[in-house]
């Protein structure tokens, strides 16, 4: 029995790389699939996040008896109403200061050398720092290093810009037809699912929904709420460019353990322009801002949909950024997610159909 079970699952491994090397030879058949799946990717991901914020809202007004075609419709407007505001009223202002701050660069490195050299006029902390270095040197290398790094990237930056221009065009009737009919895409997938199964799938569907659904809310609702602490606390200490940072350390929290290190980098270089306690106060800001979403808001609206241990969590982000750059590092976590829902659910299956043959208990 088991040297049957080995000569068949041997016999499918072979079968399907003898599949992937015949089309490995034929990839031009795939090039139109490809380019149509890197067009569609920003869209249909924009998309999915959209839909897990706005179909709370919508069904909220269904459940107030408004037509759910009306309840879309409603809700679309309130989305393009936001989005306005944020263009009116924040846009300009974060314009403004990300134009200013990309001027104030040499001025930025020169007040950070003259902060350099005044620190280590100070006896206590001279004695912490290395002899013979030049901290103005250090940072030009970093910008310059950073300016190479966009450089490289900025084949990458357009086709993020074009596919944003795509995505504009194709999100609203989209996201209108998935929120008209979120009831009847669990049914018209497992179609495909033999009839035996399609309980069992209906019910995997509706776990991976759910996970989705919870991490998805979850890290837009902590990360805002963190974004706005992080905000009125550069106001409050008078930091430069506070919007700006804000932003930007909100942006970066989104991709867990390492964003939160990247987007405090430009906070500390910034806050050192202006003295090392707006330095210190900024990160302070920033780490209790952390650990009040850490502590207090991410379990409440996370609630059990985050079960991933955080060094798995590290190791599929280098993951995902090593197999699909920026993509990757948005989607490792959601993916993984339904990749687990999935096996355990197709374990579970195998396990009852061979341990338990013509449906006995």
């Given at each position: 029995?088991?040297?049957?079970?080995?000569?068949?699952?041997?016999l499918?491994?072979?079968i399907?790389?003898?599949?992937?090397?015949?089309?490995s030879?034929?990839?031009?058949?795939?090039a139109?699939?490809a380019?149509?799946?890197?067009?569609?990717?920003?869209?249909v991901?924009?998309?999915?996040?959209?839909y897990?914020?706005l179909r709370?809202?919508?069904?909220?007004?269904?459940?107030?008896?408004?037509?759910?075609?009306l309840a879309?419709?409603?809700?679309?407007?309130l989305?393009?109403?936001v989005?306005?505001g944020?263009?009116?009223?924040?846009w300009?202002?974060?314009?403004?200061?990300?134009?200013?701050?990309?001027?104030?660069?040499p001025?930025?490195?020169?007040?950070?050398?003259?902060?350099?050299?005044s620190?280590?006029?100070?006896?206590?902390?001279?004695?912490?720092?290395?002899e013979?270095?030049?901290?103005?040197?250090?940072?030009?290398e970093?910008?310059?290093?950073?300016?190479?790094?966009v450089?490289?990237?900025?084949g990458?930056?357009?086709?993020?810009?074009?596919?944003?221009?795509?995505?504009?065009?194709?999100?609203?009737i989209?996201?209108?037809?998935?929120?008209?009919?979120?009831?009847?895409?669990p049914?018209?997938?497992?179609?495909?699912?033999?009839?035996?199964?399609?309980?069992?799938?209906?019910t995997?569907?509706?776990?991976?929904?759910?996970?989705?659904?919870?991490?998805i809310?979850?890290?837009?609702?902590?990360?805002?709420?963190?974004?706005?602490?992080?905000?009125?606390g550069?106001?409050?200490?008078?930091?430069?460019y506070?919007?700006?940072?804000?932003?930007?350390?909100?942006?970066?929290?989104?991709?867990?353990?390492?964003?939160?290190?990247?987007g405090?980098?430009?906070?500390?270089?910034?806050?050192l322009?202006v003295?090392?306690?707006?330095?210190?106060?900024?990160?302070?800001?920033?780490?209790?801002?952390?650990?009040?979403e850490?502590?207090?808001?991410?379990?409440?609206?996370?609630?059990?949909?985050m079960?991933i241990?955080?060094?798995?969590?590290?190791?599929?982000?280098?993951?995902?950024?090593?197999?699909a750059?920026?993509?990757?590092?948005i989607?490792?976590?959601?993916?993984?997610?339904?990749?687990?829902i999935?096996?355990?659910?197709?374990?579970?299956?195998?396990?009852t159909?061979?341990?338990?043959?013509?449906?006995?208990?």
């Open positions: 029995m088991l040297s049957n079970r080995f000569f068949r699952i041997s499918a491994i072979l399907w790389l003898s599949i992937i090397f015949m089309a030879l034929v990839d031009f058949i795939f139109p699939i380019v149509a799946v890197h067009l569609l990717i920003v869209p991901m924009l998309c999915g996040f959209l897990y914020l709370p809202i919508v069904e909220l007004f269904v459940n107030w008896k408004v037509p759910r075609t879309v419709l409603l809700v679309l407007v989305l393009v109403a989005v306005g944020f263009w009116v009223l924040i300009p202002t974060l314009v403004k200061q990300t134009t200013t701050f990309m001027e104030s660069l001025e930025i490195v020169d007040t950070m050398e003259e902060q350099y050299e620190l280590r006029g100070n006896g206590f902390v001279s004695s912490m720092l290395p013979n270095t030049s901290l103005l040197n250090r940072i030009s970093t910008i310059s290093n950073s300016f190479t790094a450089t490289d990237y900025a990458t930056i357009i086709d993020w810009a074009m596919d944003v221009v795509i995505a504009i065009s194709i999100i609203p989209l996201l209108f037809f998935m929120l008209k009919q979120t009831d009847r895409f049914k018209r997938i497992t179609r495909v699912v033999p009839q035996r199964y399609r309980a069992d799938s209906l995997m569907m509706s776990e991976i929904d759910a996970a989705l659904s919870g991490f809310k979850g890290r837009v609702i902590a990360t805002l709420l963190m974004g706005l602490l992080i905000f009125v550069f106001i409050g200490i008078q930091l430069p506070g919007l700006l940072l804000a932003l930007i350390a909100t942006l970066l929290n989104f991709i867990p353990y390492i964003g939160p290190i990247v405090t980098i430009p906070v500390i270089i910034v806050g322009t003295s090392p306690w707006m330095a210190l106060w900024a990160v302070l800001i920033i780490i209790v801002a952390q650990q009040i850490e502590v207090l808001l991410a379990p409440y609206v996370y609630g059990k949909s079960d241990h955080p060094l798995m969590t590290v190791i599929l982000i280098l993951a995902g950024a090593e197999l750059g920026f993509i990757g590092l989607l490792a976590i959601p993916v993984y997610m339904i990749i687990k999935t096996v355990q659910h197709v374990y579970s299956l195998y396990i159909d061979h341990r338990q043959p013509d449906g006995m208990p």
